[in-house]
């Protein structure tokens, strides 16, 4: 198949609302040779990130929207406009090979239009672009009921946060501590010419400088290290875990804070490592086993808790809920397709949901950490503000940092350039109590 006709269809079904990159694109991998398959990845991801862009440029060489019916094609001509605007494909190959994948989507009327709208593309962009840009959602490629909150949020940041959500993101490793110090990790790669730095927040996190395939890593498959940003991995030391502790992970798919709090405290007495969904389970045992670690793996809905839970408390709980994802938008750049401004209500009240089931599970004097990968303080700061004011023996511990920025409630990470993710933490104890004599 043409690597272009695999992006595409793999692109329309996101514009359709059906899918994510994540589910869609891997059908189309199988069907394109190896060697194209990077260029199929390129292709979808690069038009998810820039979508708001192109598709008002589109609009404006359009006479007509298209249909619903035609979502196919309008996804074929953004692949086209990404090819022109964004990459080093000659002209001619990126018009021509896109114009022919009409044939094969049994649409030849479109070979007209797309040869037409690409080569105006082609000669009119360089001076259309720069007036369309006079609009946010252009100049931001993000759709606008993000950008607006984005701008809402946080006025003196959003332009960065922007620039940091359509940049690719960094290649960032997490050195097990039950195996290597990440200083002796830092010299196996220099020995194997890999450039890379510390990262300067997480003591276990290691920048390399540019991507490459983790096999190619010393002792990655012995479980010397894995792939982490720098964010998520601070949510360990964050716990403040201690030797004999049972840690509940929530929402714990992939897996990768889970194997974290592992490597972290080797003496813990029990993590239990909940999901949703039983098919995201199979990447959490995949990776406790690569990295030779014990937990026990439930299938469940966090908030179901009679249904999972054995009644002994926890002394730490980590809830990474479920949340807008706004935050790792350069990882998953199709979210700008995807999520819409009425999403966010719904999972704010899913979180909160989630924090209201899990806290009786807590010990007295116990910690839960609540984590989000979202730059939203409507999921974030808001969401821990109302279950403070609902739960009575809840109390914030705060912590001291220097990354982040510091929120009523929390901190909150945004998105940097080369750096870390966007994501949120707050730290809550549960007070014991009080004894009368």
């Known amino acids: 198949m043409n690597p272009r006709l695999a992006a595409a269809r793999a692109l329309a079904t996101v514009l359709a609302g059906k899918a994510s990159l994540a589910s869609s694109l891997p059908l189309q991998l199988e069907r394109v040779s190896d060697r194209d398959k990077g260029l199929v990845q390129e292709l979808a991801f690069g038009t998810a990130r820039w979508q708001p862009r192109l598709s008002i440029l589109a609009l404006e060489l359009l006479s007509k929207p298209f249909r619903k019916a035609d979502q196919d094609v309008e996804a074929l001509l953004l692949v086209g406009l990404y090819q022109l605007l964004y990459t080093r494909i000659p002209a001619h190959a990126a018009i021509a090979e896109t114009v022919g994948c009409a044939t094969a989507l049994k649409k030849p009327w479109a070979k007209g239009l797309l040869n037409a709208v690409l080569r105006r593309a082609q000669r009119e962009a360089e001076t259309l672009l720069p007036v369309l840009e006079k609009d946010p959602v252009v100049l931001t490629a993000h759709p606008r009921w993000l950008q607006k909150s984005l701008k809402a949020f946080w006025p003196d940041d ?125 990447r959490v045992k995949a990776n406790l086993q690569r990295l030779q670690l014990q937990a026990t793996v439930v299938a469940g809905d966090a908030r179901a808790v009679e249904q999972w839970w054995d009644g002994e408390a926890f002394q730490r709980i980590l809830l990474d809920a479920p949340c807008s994802a706004t935050g790792v938008i350069r990882r998953h750049p199709d979210i700008k397709i995807a999520r819409q401004a009425e999403d966010i209500a719904p999972l704010a009240q899913l979180q909160g949901e989630l924090l209201d089931a899990l806290w009786p599970t807590l010990a007295d004097n116990g910690v839960l950490l609540y984590a989000t990968c979202s730059t939203l303080p409507t999921e974030n700061t808001e969401v821990i503000a109302a279950f403070l004011q609902r739960t009575a023996d809840a109390q914030e511990l705060p912590f001291s940092a220097t990354f982040g920025i510091a929120q009523t409630h929390g901190r909150q990470l945004l998105a940097q350039t080369g750096g870390h993710d966007g994501f949120y933490y707050a730290r809550l104890v549960k007070r014991a109590p009080v004894q009368h004599s």
Do not use: M
Request: proline residues 7%; contains cysteine.
């Open 158 to 282: 959003w332009l960065a946060i922007c620039a940091a959500n359509n940049s690719h993101p960094p290649f960032t490793l997490r050195v097990n501590q039950q195996v290597s110090s990440r200083d002796a990790y830092l010299a196996q790669l220099a020995e194997c010419d890999i450039a890379a730095h510390a990262t300067p927040f997480s003591p276990d996190g290691i920048t390399l400088a540019s991507p490459c395939d983790v096999t190619a890593l010393p002792g990655f498959a012995d479980g010397a290290v894995s792939v982490q940003d720098e964010a998520a991995q601070l949510a360990a030391q964050l716990l403040l875990l201690e030797p004999g502790q049972r840690v509940l992970d929530a929402c714990c798919a992939p897996g990768g804070k889970t194997c974290h709090i592992l490597e972290s405290q080797a003496q813990l007495r029990e993590v239990v490592a909940i999901d949703l969904e039983p098919q995201r389970l199979e």
